[in-house]
């Protein structure tokens, strides 16, 4: 069985498009890490395509806000604004679609997902000090997790952990080795918003058999989410930091 791991769509559906025709052939079955929706400006052409295609995902913060499930006053100003918007652009179907996603963690195959991380949906793994304490109350070898938009992630063996990093910009893919004695939080990275310096959209490709995590990264048109998201009135610095992966 082989797995594409997505994380952080916020509703941009060309990035999301891009990827899938990638990736197309390559893989068995869909998971999500969360963040559906917020940001972008395609929310329920999104998750009309999350409830036809994705197996298996958890909520995510964004999520969380667009149906009420989550106090705004939590959010800066932008994603304030974002999640209001989205609010009023989902059909009633899709609502109550975000309102049921369940809260990670959530077993798949012989993984996890989470949206943030173990012990919180909405805990940023940023550093080694929050991701020891997050492999301290794992009882799975591999758990993908999303949130900090970041791809890379981090890995644990006999107590030492260190950092894990996707492709350079340059490359379109990274591969990692698995090792069964080593433990494993993996970031797919984010589909729809990147935030580690590269404006491509990032997603991660999983065989168990194969014990190998492959990072990937996708161009997609971002001059035409960025007319989007003007267009329906979203804050400008949402349509800017697509450009620079920021």
């Keep these: 069985m082989r797995f594409l791991i997505l994380s952080d769509i916020h509703a941009n559906w060309e990035a999301l498009e891009a990827v899938l025709g990638s990736v197309s052939g390559h893989y068995d079955r869909i998971v999500c890490c969360g963040d559906l929706i917020g940001y972008?400006?395609?929310?329920?052409?999104?998750?009309?395509?999350?409830?036809?295609?994705?197996?298996?995902?958890?909520?995510?913060?964004?999520?969380?806000?667009?149906?009420?499930?989550?106090?705004?006053?939590?959010?800066?100003?932008?994603?304030?604004?974002?999640?209001?918007?989205?609010?009023?652009?989902?059909t009633p179907q899709n609502r109550e679609y975000v309102e049921r996603l369940p809260k990670g963690p959530l077993a798949v195959d012989s993984y996890q997902i989470v949206h943030g991380s173990p012990l919180d949906e909405d805990e940023y793994l940023f550093g080694a000090e929050e991701a020891g304490q997050a492999f301290?109350?794992?009882?799975?070898?591999?758990?993908?997790?999303?949130?900090?938009?970041?791809?890379g992630g981090f890995a644990m063996t006999?107590?030492?952990?260190?950092?894990?990093?996707?492709p350079a910009v340059d490359d379109e893919s990274a591969s990692l080795e698995l090792d069964t004695d080593d433990a494993y939080l993996i970031n797919p990275g984010a589909i729809g918003q990147p935030r580690d310096g590269d404006p491509r959209a990032a997603y991660?490709?999983?065989?168990?058999?194969?014990?190998?995590?492959?990072?990937?990264r996708q161009e997609y048109d971002i001059e035409s989410v960025q007319a989007k998201i003007?267009?329906?009135?979203?804050?400008?610095?949402?349509a800017d930091r697509l450009a620079t992966g920021q």
């Excluded at 918007?85 to 989902?90: C, D, F, I, K, V």
């Excluded at 030492?160 to 990093?165: D, V, Y």
């Excluded at 329906?232 to 610095?237: I, M, R, Y």
Aim: glycine share 8%.
């Design 40 to 90: 972008g400006p395609d929310p329920n052409r999104v998750v009309d395509w999350v409830r036809e295609n994705v197996a298996l995902l958890v909520r995510g913060n964004h999520d969380k806000a667009a149906v009420g499930l989550d106090n705004l006053e939590w959010f800066n100003p932008v994603a304030r604004a974002a999640a209001i918007w989205t609010s009023g652009e989902l």
């Design 204 to 216: 991660v490709l999983y065989d168990p058999a194969d014990h190998c995590i492959q990072y990937c």
């Design 136 to 151: 301290a109350y794992i009882d799975r070898d591999i758990t993908f997790f999303g949130h900090t938009h970041l791809q």
């Design 230 to 238: 003007r267009r329906a009135g979203l804050p400008d610095v949402l």
């Design 158 to 166: 006999r107590r030492r952990i260190w950092m894990l990093t996707g």
